[in-house]
T-cell receptor, first 114, second 115 residues
């Protein structure tokens, strides 16, 4: 596709429910990143994929958070037993994977936990 | 671990004037990249400008330029001839050359361009 696509754009759910957020990277980009942006703050790194493997999961805030990537394409970020502090915008980015190549961001999913 | 600090939560500038946004960072690495991203209300992060640490020459992109001071670990963004469309959040970001290429972001500066 032309850019990084994320769905849904907005998600409202009740505390305790599980949610899945989807990211479609730019075709051919081998690297994929997930970030979280709380209201009025900068982006926090969550996890990144090189191909289908995740060398660095250090940013995942708890074991309720997990992510996978298949076919070196689509990635899903899953949050189990959501809590109110999980409310944020979740941004996905992709890049060709070389250090000198910038990351291209999607529009994010705004997650609201009631 | 790297940290990025933006000490100006909010700034404003009159249309057509020049404004400088500050950014400092902390790292023990010698090879890295620095970026400025713009985030308008639409939420999308838009790359404004980037700088390779090994280059002494400051990067320039049209009305946007940086003042990169490696020894001081400072990376400020200058916007010349400010336009109303420049109103947005601006984030400074650091990327290590060797650590998986994830970005470490500062807390952001909200820039308002006034007519």
């Amino acid at each position: 596709g032309a850019g990084v696509s994320q769905s849904p754009s907005n998600k409202v759910t009740e505390k305790g429910k599980d949610v899945e957020l989807r990211c479609d990277p730019i075709s051919g980009h081998t690297a994929l990143y997930w970030y979280r942006q709380r209201l009025g703050q900068g982006l926090e790194f969550l996890i990144y994929f090189q191909g289908n493997s995740a060398p660095d999961k250090s940013g995942l805030p708890s074991d309720r958070f997990s992510a996978e990537r298949t076919g070196e394409s689509v990635s899903t970020l899953t949050i189990q037993r959501t809590q109110q502090e999980d409310s944020a915008v979740y941004l996905c980015a992709s890049s060709p994977g070389q250090p000198n190549q910038p990351q291209h961001f999607g529009d994010g999913t705004r997650l609201s936990i009631l | 671990a790297q940290t990025v600090t933006q000490s100006q939560p909010e700034m404003s500038v009159q249309e057509a004037e020049t404004v400088t946004l500050s950014c400092t960072y902390d790292t023990s690495e010698n090879n890295y990249y620095l970026f400025w991203y713009k985030q308008p209300p639409s939420r999308q992060m838009i790359l404004v400008i980037r700088q390779e640490a090994y280059k002494q020459q400051n990067a320039t992109e049209n009305r946007f330029s940086v003042n990169f001071q490696k020894a001081a670990k400072s990376f400020s963004l200058k916007i010349s001839d400010s336009q109303l469309g420049d109103t947005a959040m601006y984030f400074c970001a650091f990327m290590s050359y060797n650590a998986g290429n994830m970005l470490t972001f500062g807390g952001g500066t909200r820039l308002m361009v006034k007519p």
